[in-house]
């Protein structure tokens, strides 16, 4: 198993672009997530999604949406970037949708210039 | 909705010493807390949990405690050593699917 596999790994964007983040995991897990990274601080919750068709707000959702067509999927999509955006951001999974722990992606480090 | 508080933000102790980061939650309702390890420029990895029902749990040279009256738990490492070094998160589930992180406690272990 590959596990969570983000790409890209690294993007530089100018204001105002747009990007997709892609996520994707093959452990056939429900329970996805993304989560932004600032510079030495903790994961703040974007969205979260429990299963394909169903995605919910985390903590800081504004400026990103995200879907789930399938199980193995969950993209997320910056519209108009911002350099508040900024950041590293991680994809996780988490399979039993009772206390188990995530499974996180390496990252996809994108700055807003 | 939940709210996850970590101490110290900065940790220094001298290899072989032990170090212990404490965290504290709002949701009574959370009944999940895992522990994660981040290495510099690495992804976060699970190092330990403990679940509601248990005080106590370790592995070797880590330990987790949980205090569920106080909403209080901690992380004990003992006899640190340089390879320790990293940022460390607890976290916080509720509703069962749902992970909140503290703000993370970067630990230095000098050798």
């Known amino acids: 198993n590959a596990g969570v596999t983000q790409t890209p790994k690294f993007r530089i964007l100018k204001i105002g672009q747009s990007m997709t983040l892609q996520c994707t995991q093959d452990?056939?897990?429900?329970?996805m997530y993304w989560y932004r990274q600032d510079p030495g601080m903790g994961l703040k919750l974007i969205y979260y999604?429990?299963?394909?068709?169903?995605?919910d707000k985390g903590e800081v959702p504004n400026g990103y949406n995200v879907s789930r067509s399938t199980t193995e999927d969950f993209p997320l999509r910056l519209e108009l970037a911002a350099p508040s955006q900024t950041s590293v951001y991680f994809c996780?999974?988490?399979?039993?949708?009772?206390?188990?722990?995530?499974?996180f992606g390496n990252g996809t480090r994108l700055t807003v210039t | 909705g939940e709210n996850v508080e970590q101490h110290p933000s900065t940790l220094s102790v001298q290899e072989g010493d032990s170090a212990v980061i404490k965290c504290t939650y709002s949701?009574?309702?959370?009944?999940?807390f895992p522990w994660y390890k981040q290495e510099l420029g690495k992804r976060p990895q699970l190092i330990i949990d403990?679940?509601?029902?248990?005080g106590e749990k370790k592995d070797q040279r880590i330990a987790v405690t949980l205090n569920k009256t106080a909403k209080h738990f901690s992380l004990h490492i003992t006899e640190t050593q340089p390879e320790d070094s990293a940022v460390y998160f607890c976290?916080?589930?509720?509703?069962?699917?749902?992970?909140?992180f503290g703000a993370g406690t970067r630990l230095f272990v000098k050798a």
């Open positions: 996780a999974s988490e399979g039993r949708g009772n206390n188990s722990p995530l499974h």
């Open positions: 999604s429990v299963g394909a068709g169903i995605t």
């Open positions: 403990i679940r509601s029902n248990v």
């Open positions: 949701d009574s309702a959370s009944n999940y």
């Open positions: 452990m056939n897990h429900n329970y």
């Open positions: 976290a916080a589930m509720a509703g069962g699917f749902k992970t909140i």
